[in-house]
């Protein structure tokens, strides 16, 4: 008798056990497969097979048997099933959620849509053909089917075929079919995302001596499938190529490889430069596939066809077998964080996945975050340099203008004079600017100059922010929208205005100082259409337009070649951020836009306009000295305790009634302080615990409330973040709770 253990779909964590069921005679199961089993009351639910066992010890009238598999190979690979374990244990959820992660989405619940093709195939042999012809004479269909498949290569067709040649033939066919003379084939299809895409057969650059020397060092890890590497490499040094060139020696080797970079940088382009040096040996994975297309390629990489998967983060997950190498472009980048449960850092997992499947990993950036570039430091990564771009093209020359001279020099305008004019010497050589506006932070808002009133969102406790096309004040938070008003409604005071620099009023200084040039404009609004983004990359890097107006989403991975000039109109406004990371986001920012200048052979210049010019963040930035900004980072980091250093979790409950949220709150309090009470070798890492409302005290009209621990970042203190994930996961009454650790903001 055999029997398995199943995890059924639930996510639940009542339910959070396996189960053990019968597997009926004759039915085939591996650790992975997916089953229908009967559960309680319900006759059939969605599970995963996570072991088979010889011996159940429970009566065996209590034992039901398996229904059915929904697939006749296992869905969820070994060493996935291994990583969903580790992600229930580090991320405290419950293991049905984490191989929930496993799949695509529309597998559950049977709501793909697998795409199948009728094929007709011919059994007989080629030698009687003739006599069965023959004999077919007194039925024309069946002769006609039957001629078409004999006349066909390989003696079959697709039954589509069949029936546009010769009209309803499905009768003639089942007959031939009982008659032993042709088989019915059922066969998969996959749907392509890429469409008639051209497949441009690039051609290999000759490697930068900066490339070789890197290889050297990374090549032979992807061979004995060990490493852990950083690559910090200025921007403009060649990155990509070296990405290139070790996943084909993955590939040459036999093994495969996960290529992550952040869901924004997936550009068609990205896309189609993959595709265009691996060609149906690339997979890519990204939020623009439908539903189907995501089956489809998540198939294509089960089944092995491909050597080489690009995507965002859940691309983590990806079914490859034999992994030899996983990269992780822009590292720094916050987007690898899954927030939600379950919570998961990508490049954390991107390691398990290195370290149980024998592979490197290569974490790569020119801005590495301060957590790699310090475990770079102690060895616990390698780290690899890139310091020169190619070419040795220079670095671009990066002007710092004190904003506040501006000012009191009587330059009201969002431009500089410096700025201004370093704009017009770009566009009468014929090259392209980039406007870069720093939208978080800094966007437009409503303020009364007499009274300082501010129009917040009645649900939110934030300002709100202008958009001048439609005239309305809009909340980022939840969406609500008003008038703009015209008094004040605090003071009466007609001197109320709108402040700040938002993408549409940098547009309209553009086309007021430079009429006649045209202007593109790439923000959330503008940008809201599917591939909108994409159309209006392609628009600009065909030169329909000479500058480029454009939000955070314009900073990364872009490469123009003609781009020669980037403007930067208020470095600083995200250093404003109540966040322990502003510094090094400011950073990281200034210093991918002003790569954007300068890519091929004309030099570049960067226009930083700022009204903090000797903040160390831009000082760096603007020398694009990334271990200067690094060793000052850290002292302030250390001083201050922030990560690396510490872990920082909280607990942020929300509620309708501000009581809830904060009743909630202090009753955790309570029970951390009892936690830390019986444990003085977790205590005295403690650097800091308390109860308070949100920085944001409501959002979509819910009150908010937190308890905040900070904790010196040694392993046994991962206790303490248990504990406060456990206290999540408790029901309450009126009330939300999630748990967050060195969350993207504390708002
Ligand atoms: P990074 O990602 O490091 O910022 P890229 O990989 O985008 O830099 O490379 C910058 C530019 O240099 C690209 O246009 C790329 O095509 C080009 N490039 C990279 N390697 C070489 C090489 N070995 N020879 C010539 N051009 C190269
Ligand atoms: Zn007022
Ligand atoms: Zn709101």
Known sequence: ???????????????????????????????????????????????????????????????????????????????????????????????????????????????????????????????VRVQVLAGQSRAPKRAAVLKLLMESEGGERSCEEIHRAIGDYRPALNMLVKMGFARIEKREMLRSPYGAMERLAAQDPQLTAQQ?????????????????????????????????????????????????????????????????RFGEDAAVLHSRLSPGERYDEWRRIRRGDVRVVIGARSAIFAPLENVGLIIIDEEHEQSYIADNTPRYDARELARMRCKREGAALLLASATPSMRSFALAGRGDLTLLEMP????????????????????????????????????????????????????????TFVSCRSCGYTVTCSQCDVSMTYHSTENVLRCHYCGQETRVPTVCPECESKYIKYFGT????????????????????????????????????????????????????????????????????????????????????????????????????????????????????????????????????????????????????RLLYEADREQDAQSCAES???????????????KKYVV???????????????????????IVDKSVCQEAVGKMSEIATAPLENCACVCQVNPGSMM
């Open 1 to 127: 008798m055999a029997f398995c253990q199943v995890i059924v779909d639930i996510t639940h964590e009542d339910v959070d056990r396996v189960f053990t069921y019968r597997v009926p005679k004759g039915m085939e199961l591996r650790p992975g497969m997916r089953v229908h089993v009967p559960f309680g009351r319900q006759k059939r639910i969605e599970g995963v097979v996570v072991d088979l066992v010889e011996q159940c010890d429970l009566p065996p009238e209590r034992v039901k048997d398996v229904t059915d598999t929904l697939e006749d190979y296992p869905a969820i690979l070994p060493a996935l099933l291994e990583l969903a374990k580790e992600i229930k244990a580090t991320s405290f959820c419950t293991l049905a959620q984490a191989l929930r992660l496993m799949i695509p989405a529309q597998m559950r619940g049977e709501r793909i849509s697998q795409r199948t093709r009728e094929y007709a195939v011919l059994t007989v042999d080629p030698s």
């Open 212 to 276: 070789k020397e890197v290889l050297d060092t990374l090549l032979p890890a992807v061979e004995s499938g060990r490493g852990d590497f950083l690559l910090y490499g200025v921007t403009g040094s060649g990155k990509t190529e070296v990405f290139i060139r070790a996943v084909r020696h993955a590939a040459q080797l036999g093994k495969t490889a996960i290529v992550l970079v952040p869901e924004i940088a997936l550009t068609p382009q990205m896309v189609m430069w993959f595709r265009s």
């Open 388 to 443: 020169r771009r190619v070419k040795n093209r220079p670095l671009p020359a990066v002007h710092v203008i004190d904003m506040r001279q501006e000012l009191a020099q009587g330059n009201r305008s969002v431009f500089s004079g410096a700025l201004l004019d370093g704009l017009k010497r770009c566009l009468d050589a014929g090259k392209q600017a980039i406007l870069f506006v720093n939208r978080r932070g800094y966007s």
């Open 502 to 649: 938002g993408t549409q009023r940098v547009e309209e200084e553009v086309k007021r100082f430079f009429p006649g040039v045209p202007v593109l404009r790439m923000d959330n609004d503008t940008t809201r259409q599917k591939d909108a983004h994409e159309h209006l990359i392609a628009q600009f890097r065909r030169g329909e337009a000479r500058v480029l107006v454009g939000t955070q989403m314009i900073a990364k991975g872009l490469d123009f070649p003609n781009v020669t000039m980037v403007g930067i109109i208020a470095a600083d406004a995200m250093l404003k951020l109540p966040d322990y990371r502003s510094a090094e986001r400011t950073f990281q920012l200034l210093t991918q836009v002003a790569g954007r200048a300068g890519r091929a052979d004309t030099p570049g210049e960067v226009f930083l306009q700022t009204y903090d010019p000797e903040h160390f963040a831009i000082q760096t930035a603007s020398r694009q000295d990334y271990r200067a900004f690094y060793e000052a980072e850290m002292f302030r980091r250390k001083r201050a305790l922030y990560p690396p250093y510490t872990l920082i979790a």
């Open 668 to 682: 955790a309090m309570r029970q951390m302080e009892a936690f830390f009470e019986r444990r003085a070798y977790l």
């Open 688 to 710: 800091s615990l308390r109860v308070m409302p949100c920085p944001v005290k409501r959002i979509k009209g819910k009150s908010r409330w937190q308890v905040a621990l900070k």
